[in-house]
């Protein structure tokens, strides 16, 4: 007898007669223990912010069992930016940048026919936060227009403008003469904006306020004899 737990694979079916009367030619057989479908995953797709580093994408999907229904045989599941009818390709997926990516899984387990999904599984790297504040100033009538500073929050994995090759002014319509009391809103202007791709920009941006100039007026003294010509300062 076969037992049908063994794994799958063909078995060789072969005999032996006790009767020393007999004397018997066996032709051996193959019995074949097929394997069985793997389970199908209940694959679902989750997400993580933006670090600045690779990201295994496998580590957002959830739904994927360790090991077979049947015989408990451990699975090995292997993944694929890409569908391939034999699971040519498939292994670890790094990603490093913000987006959505889908996902192709195979499943592969002894005595089980390998899964290849023939749908995808979507996965999301969000972007990350960044905030620029550039505080609101002033400016006295008739100066030129003071220099901001930009305060950026939220770079990850020590990325900056820099090391990003961006480059942020922060700017208002004010000129010089511009009149006393005027706001002017400011606003930034981006040079490699597009480098800024794995971030969501948000911004808090001030007013220029032009203010009255401050003059002073010094009084020179003097002095003129009684009854004199009055003497004009």
């Known amino acids: 007898l076969i037992d049908a737990s063994k794994d799958a694979k063909p078995y060789v079916?072969?005999?032996?007669?006790?009767?020393?009367?007999?004397?018997?030619?066996?032709v051996a057989g193959t019995f074949t223990i097929s394997k069985i479908a793997l389970?199908?995953?209940?694959a679902r797709g989750g997400d993580t912010p933006y670090t600045g580093k690779d990201i295994d994408l496998s580590t957002l999907i959830s739904g994927l069992k360790t090991h077979t229904s049947v015989g408990n045989d451990a699975i090995t599941w292997t993944f694929s930016l890409t569908y391939d009818t034999e699971g040519n390709g498939y292994g670890t997926v790094m990603k490093k940048n913000a987006g959505p990516y889908e996902i192709f899984i195979m499943g592969t387990a002894d005595n089980h026919n390998a899964y290849i999904a023939t749908?995808?599984?979507?996965v999301t790297i969000n972007k990350a936060e960044l905030k620029l504040t550039v505080?609101?100033?002033?400016?006295?009538?008739?100066?030129?227009?003071?220099?901001?500073?930009i305060d950026a929050r939220g770079f990850v994995n020590g990325e900056n403008f820099e090391s990003l090759e961006v480059?942020?002014?922060?700017?208002?319509?004010?000129?010089?003469?511009?009149?006393?009391?005027?706001?002017?809103?400011?606003t930034l202007n981006y040079k490699n904006e597009s480098n800024l791709a794995?971030?969501?920009?948000?911004?808090?941006?001030?007013?220029?306020?032009?203010?009255?100039?401050?003059?002073?007026?010094?009084?020179?003294?003097?002095?003129?004899?009684?009854?004199?010509?009055k003497t004009e300062e």
Do not use: H, W
Request: net charge negative; proline share 6%.
């Open 13 to 26: 079916i072969d005999g032996d007669c006790l009767d020393p009367n007999y004397s018997v030619t066996f």
């Open 39 to 42: 389970d199908v995953p209940n």
């Open 119 to 122: 749908s995808s599984v979507t």
């Open 135 to 149: 505080s609101g100033t002033t400016v006295e009538y008739g100066f030129n227009e003071p220099t901001y500073t």
């Open 167 to 186: 480059t942020v002014i922060a700017e208002t319509g004010y000129t010089v003469g511009s009149t006393v009391g005027t706001p002017f809103d400011i």
């Open 198 to 229: 794995n971030y969501n920009v948000k911004t808090d941006l001030g007013k220029l306020t032009v203010i009255p100039r401050n003059v002073t007026i010094t009084m020179t003294g003097n002095s003129c004899d009684y009854d004199s010509e």
